[in-house]
Structures are given as structure tokens and as C-alpha cells.
């Protein structure tokens, strides 16, 4: 029983947020995390209105990092608001952790730009995680050796 | 757009420019009577501290309103069967009292709704097994006397009537064998006696037989144990979905997998069919809403969306015992 616990907590899952420039960074993180921990991981796409146009670009974004990624990636594309909608889709899939983007600015970039989280930790209980954006330095160790050799 | 319609901010910082310009163009006026020589620039300096102090006002206002307005949106869209859905309590400390009991009264209703809904599905449940039994146990036996009773008829001379006592009795085990089908369907017997694998596999077999769709089944070989509950709510979610599938996916094959999930199950039902789009547009919510309220009940967490590669996937994930 211990053994089937022990096996059943690698399997849990990661929602990320693959809507704006930084989604495709934040995507690698999060496929990174995943092969490290056994997670799940699911890319959401979040179309603000339901033009063709903007849901089709959405879907060749949406698919091109997923297959880019590999097989294991699942992809949700949605409609309107996007705080919302990823609180939704986390809600869905029984997220463990919700990861988002940011843009790098301040001097040097030092500061992370990331408005979404803060209304995505109210809009859900599950914990939001910001994945810094590829302009950062990497250390050369761990979970940043994978986003180096996948990004 | 009448005024009275008009966002809060909006009138409220209609006023204040209103106001605001009247007072500057006074200014101007008084500046002009008193100063023979009032220059144009001087009304430029003028319209530029206007423009200044409207944009500082309309700033302070939404930074103040601002939260009032995400609070009448959530209001309007909130929906219980999505729990945990809160504001951030920003804004002034009168708002952010207001956000904070708003979000205080959500936890009491999603509690109150948690508890009420429990109830009525024990209380749907207990009912269904019922009828279930009475089905089984009365209908059933009086449609099976009646067969008795027409087998003692069948020895009749009269071909005319011999032909006439065989067709009621095909239609008196059709109506026995659809009597002891929805008696089965209302209680299924087999979570109770042998487990939710056995089940499914109960399930999965009979939806084959009455729909000609073939279902290619994944169960782990080991899954962590479910409370009762939980059990029964992965079985309807399961019974829900084929039953959407044989209505309106128009599909050819059907994936049903049970496996581990993080100190939870997993259930997928994945179609090949027509797609989510098209199925709710035939279907409307195609028992959506109840699939929801089954899985909010044992705390699990419930995905309807296309899958990968066409056709709809369901996925439940509902927590082990205990955890």
C-alpha cells in the first residue's frame, strides 16, 4: 500500500500558462518540472472573445509548443478572461501548481513583471509559481540544466 | 447611454470634471475682469493643471472603485460549482471590509451548498435503490407469473391463438428484460458486492452491447481505495459520459482508464466522436452540471474537453480514502 502512495504522489499535475510572449519560456519550465517530479502537464491557451482568427492562431501556438515539448503534454484552449479562465482550468485538472511567465524589467532587469499572478493567487486556492523569463542568468545545476537544454 | 447607467466611476468622475472645468473656466473669467490684459497663455496654464488634476482624479477614483467593480462582476458570475473563486481584498479599507465579507459569504455558501447537495444525492441515491428494488422484486415478479400463467396457455389447439400467446410472451420478456435493465441502472449492484473495476467493466460491457461501440478498457492494475462515495461518483460520471458518447458523439470506439493519480484516481472516458462543440450543441450541457455537483461533492476535480486527437475527453480525478 505504502509502495502504490509512493507511486501515486509522482503523478500529480501542472497547469501553465502559455497565452502571452513569455508562455513558450514559462511552457519549457514547466515541462522541465514535470519530467524532474512525474507531473502532469497541461498547457492553457486563454483567447480573450471567440474570432476565428485569434482561436486559430491560438491553437497553432498552442499546439506548436505542445509538440515541440512531446508526447506527455495535454493543451486546453479557452475563452475569456484569463485570470478566469486559468482558475478554471486548474480547478479542472486538479492542478497541484498554477506556472506563469513574466517579463524581466527595472534596471537590468531585475525586476519580474507578473500582474497575472497576483490575480490568479485570488482567484484560486492553487499555489501560483512564476517562471523566470529566458533573459535571466541560469545557474548550471538542477531544473535550470533542463530549461537549457530544452529552450 | 443614459447617465444614471453609467458605471460608478464613470458618473462620479463625470461630476468631478464637470466641476472642474466650471471652477477653471470662472477662474478665467475672474482672471480676465480683474487683469485687463489676460493672455492666451494663461489660459493654457489653466487647461493644463485642469487636464492634471482630472487625470490625478480619474486615477484615485479607480484606484478606489476599482475593486467595487470586480466585485459586482464577480457577483454576477460566480458560480458555486466552481469553489474557491475569490477576490483580492484591495482598495480602500471600506472596500477591502466589503471584498473580505463577500468573500466570507462565498465560504459559508459553497459549505451550505457542499452539505445540502450530499444530502440530496444520498437522499437521489437511497431513492433510485428503491425503485430499483421494487422494480426488481414486484414488477419483476408479476411479469414473470405472467409468463408462467401464458406457458400453461401455449397449450392451446387453435394455431390463432397459440401465435397470439407467443407474441405476448416476447413482449412480456422484453418488458421484463427492460424492467431488470433499469433496475440495474438505478443501483448498480456490482460497485456494492464486487468493486468499482468490476463495475465499469460491467458497465463498459453492457454500453457495447446496446450501442454496438466498442470500448477499449485501461484499468491499473492497482489503485488506491476510494471512500463509498467517491466510488459511486466515478461510476455515474463514467455511466453519464458513455451515455453522452451513444446519444450524441457518433463515435466508433471508446477508451475507458482508471488509474492512479496523486493519492487519487484518475477516470478518463475519451471518445473518437463529432467533438465537444458539436456535442453540446446537440446536447446542451449533456449532464454536465451533474457530473460537476457529483464531483464537487467528493472534492474531486472534473474536466470536459476536446481530446487530443478529436472527439471529447472526461476526466474525474476524485482523492483515496483518508487523504
Redesign the interface.
Known amino acids: 500500500m505504502r509502495r502504490?502512495?509512493e507511486?501515486?504522489?509522482?503523478?500529480?499535475?501542472v497547469v501553465c500558462d502559455v497565452t502571452d510572449s513569455e508562455g513558450r519560456n514559462a511552457a519549457v519550465f514547466a515541462h522541465a518540472l514535470g519530467t524532474r517530479l512525474g507531473l502532469r502537464v497541461v498547457l492553457a491557451f486563454v483567447v480573450d472573445g471567440v474570432g476565428a482568427a485569434a482561436q486559430e492562431t491560438a491553437t497553432s501556438t498552442l499546439t506548436g509548443i505542445a509538440n515541440e515539448l512531446g508526447d506527455g503534454v495535454?493543451?486546453?484552449?479557452e475563452v475569456g478572461d484569463r485570470v478566469?479562465a486559468l482558475?478554471?482550468?486548474a480547478?479542472?485538472?486538479?492542478a497541484?501548481l498554477v506556472i506563469v511567465g513574466a517579463r524581466a524589467v527595472g534596471l537590468g532587469g531585475r525586476n519580474l513583471r507578473c500582474r497575472l499572478v497576483?490575480?490568479l493567487?485570488?482567484?484560486?486556492?492553487v499555489p501560483v509559481l512564476v517562471a523566470p523569463p529566458s533573459t535571466r542568468r541560469r545557474s548550471e545545476q538542477r531544473l535550470a540544466v533542463g530549461i537549457a537544454t530544452s529552450g | 447611454m443614459r447617465f444614471s447607467r453609467l458605471p460608478l466611476l464613470w458618473r462620479i468622475f463625470a461630476v468631478n470634471a464637470a466641476l472642474l472645468v466650471i471652477a477653471g473656466l470662472l477662474l478665467a473669467l475672474a482672471r480676465g475682469r480683474i487683469h485687463e490684459s489676460f493672455a492666451f497663455l494663461e489660459g493654457v496654464d489653466i487647461a493644463i493643471v485642469l487636464v492634471v488634476m482630472l487625470g490625478a482624479n480619474f486615477l484615485l477614483l479607480r484606484h478606489i472603485l476599482g475593486p467595487i467593480e470586480r466585485l459586482v462582476e464577480r457577483m454576477r458570475s460566480v458560480d458555486l460549482l466552481r469553489p474557491d473563486q475569490r477576490l483580492a481584498e484591495r482598495g480602500g479599507s471600506e472596500v477591502a471590509q466589503l471584498v473580505a465579507v463577500f468573500n466570507q459569504m462565498l465560504e459559508r455558501l459553497e459549505t451550505e451548498r457542499r452539505v445540502s447537495g450530499q444530502q440530496a444525492l444520498r437522499a437521489q441515491e437511497s431513492e433510485r435503490a428503491r425503485v430499483s428494488r421494487s422494480l426488481h422484486d414486484e414488477v419483476g415478479q408479476v411479469l414473470t407469473g405472467v409468463l408462467l400463467q401464458l406457458d400453461s396457455l401455449a397449450g392451446s389447439r387453435d394455431p390463432g391463438q397459440r401465435r397470439a400467446v407467443e407474441e405476448t410472451k416476447r413482449a412480456v420478456r422484453q418488458a421484463l428484460e427492460e424492467v431488470r435493465r433499469i433496475a440495474r441502472e438505478l443501483r448498480p449492484e456490482m460497485l456494492e458486492h464486487l468493486g468499482l473495476v468490476s463495475a465499469l467493466t460491467e458497465l463498459s460491457r453492457r454500453f457495447t452491447d446496446q450501442s454496438g461501440i466498442p470500448v477499449e478498457r485501461r484499468f491499473a492494475d492497482r489503485l488506491p481505495p476510494l471512500s463509498d462515495e467517491a466510488e459511486l461518483a466515478v461510476y455515474r460520471v463514467a455511466q453519464e459520459s458513455l451515455t453522452n458518447v451513444a446519444r450524441h458523439a457518433d463515435a466508433s470506439r471508446v477508451e475507458l482508464g482508471l488509474e492512479p493519480g496523486a493519492n487519487s484516481v484518475v477516470l478518463r472516458v475519451v471518445d473518437d466522436g463529432r467533438g465537444i462543440a458539436e456535442a453540446r450543441a446537440l446536447n446542451g450541457n449533456g449532464g454536465l452540471r451533474g457530473m460537476r455537483e457529483r464531483a464537487l461533492l467528493v472534492s474531486g476535480a472534473l474536466a470536459v474537453k476536446p481530446a487530443r486527437d478529436g472527439g471529447v475527453e472526461v476526466r474525474l480525478e476524485v482523492p483515496a480514502a483518508g487523504d
Open positions: 502504490i502512495a507511486e501515486a504522489r509522482l503523478r500529480g499535475t495535454e493543451i486546453r484552449l478566469e482558475a478554471r482550468v480547478g479542472e485538472e486538479g497541484d497576483r490575480d493567487e485570488a482567484e484560486t486556492a
